[in-house]
T-cell receptor
Framework: KNQVEQSPQSLIILEGKNCTLQ??????????LRWYKQDTGRGPVSLTI?????NTKSNGRYTATLDADTKQSSLHITASQLSDSASYIC?????????????FGRGTQLTVWP | NAGVTQTPKFQVLKTGQSMTLQCAQD?????MSWYRQDPGMGLRLIHY???????DQGEVPNGYNVSRSTTEDFPLRLLSAAPSQTSVYFC??????????????FGEGSRLTVL
């Protein structure tokens, strides 16, 4: 059964500090993986997409990594800001089925304190 | 462009009542979908549509109906509300087809409480 496990479930850091969020998945056959950011009371917004052949991709202070062999991805946030407080959701895609088969993780709730 | 617009933002129903959650997008996206988000769980797909006149069931379709008469609109109907349907509902759209997992554009959500 395809699954997505994210860790930690929640995380509190001080403003300016770095953090790394983890995602382990068992989706197969794997196509790509997106990280979404969901602010409280809002809909998720895509941060970045990692395809099968990519190892690292940066989007400003966000850097995503992917190891397709071990089925692990991480999202590293550098120099955190208060606006980074949100839930971060890992979403791998199973290319063996329709677009409807995106697998949403439960998310990591990040809180950045001043 | 407004993107994906959901109405209402909040709704309280009594058990057994019916209602429709509205979703409209102005990006000419072929793909639209409905998800529900419950505490401690990932987003779960209810129904989706790959184009006008075409709909299909997702992971948790029971108790919900959809239709897609136009590209822009994708309403979600609750036939007889139950407390288990208390949740936050998100509508999402994507310009991409089945071969490529396109980016989903989400609405702001509709918070439904069933008493």
């Amino acid at each position: 059964k395809n699954q997505v496990e994210q860790s930690p479930q929640s995380l509190i850091i001080l403003e300016g500090k770095n953090c790394t969020l983890q995602c382990n998945y068992t989706v197969s056959p794997f196509s790509n993986l997106r990280w979404y950011k969901q602010d409280t009371g809002r809909g998720p917004v895509s941060l970045t997409i990692m395809t099968f052949s990519e190892n690292t991709k940066s989007n400003g202070r966000y850097t995503a990594t992917l190891d397709a062999d071990t089925k692990q991805s991480s999202l590293h946030i550098t120099a955190s800001q208060l606006s980074d407080s949100a839930s971060y959701i890992c979403v791998p895609y199973d290319r063996g089925s329709t677009l409807g088969r995106l697998y949403f993780g439960r998310g990591t709730q990040l809180t950045v304190w001043p | 462009n407004a993107g994906v617009t959901q109405t209402p933002k909040f709704q309280v129903l009594k058990t057994g009542q019916s209602m429709t959650l509205q979703c409209a997008q102005d990006m000419n996206h072929e793909y639209m979908s409905w998800y529900r988000q419950d505490p401690g769980m990932g987003l779960r797909l209810i129904h989706y549509s790959v184009g006008a006149g075409i709909t299909d069931q997702g992971e948790v379709p029971n108790g919900y109906n959809v239709s897609r008469s136009t590209t822009e609109d994708f309403p979600l109907r609750l036939l007889s509300a139950a407390p288990s349907q208390t949740s936050v509902y998100f509508c999402a759209s994507s310009p991409h087809g089945r071969e490529v997992a396109g980016e989903l554009f989400f609405g702001e959500g509709s918070r439904l409480t069933v008493l």
